[in-house]
């Protein structure tokens, strides 16, 4: 069994920023790509960001410049440093992990965490 628990979630003013942290844990041999999705009010749940364990990174057009995705392999984890935060940022945001178990390999998401940016 493999979980990824967010956190780093919050209240922030726009302009403000946020740092957001998804530790996987359990028996997990290799994570490849981890990412952060999140999911507005009344909308899809969008990608935001994802990272390959060779580090290449990957963001949506509406966070470039102003998000940056990083992971530490050693530690299962996979960070979004969120800066420049704008109101339409306001979503819960979930990670998403390509976990290999057993020879294998699945699909995992997190709980959520909720950021609202609003003054």
């Known amino acids: 069994q493999v979980q990824l628990v967010e956190s780093g979630g919050g209240l922030v003013q726009p302009g403000g920023s946020l740092r957001l942290s998804c530790a996987a844990s359990g028996s997990i041999f290799s994570i490849n790509t981890m990412g952060w999705y999140r999911r507005a009010p009344e909308k899809e749940r969008d990608l935001v960001a994802t990272?390959?364990?060779?580090?290449?990174?990957n963001y949506a057009d509406s966070v470039k410049g102003r998000f940056t995705i990083s992971r530490d392999n050693a530690k299962n984890t996979v960070y979004l440093q969120m800066n420049i935060l704008k109101p339409e940022d306001t979503a819960v945001y979930y990670c998403n992990a390509d976990v290999i178990v057993g020879g294998w390999k699945y699909n995992y998401w997190g709980q959520g965490t909720q950021v609202t940016v609003s003054s």
């Open positions: 990272i390959t364990s060779g580090g290449s990174t």
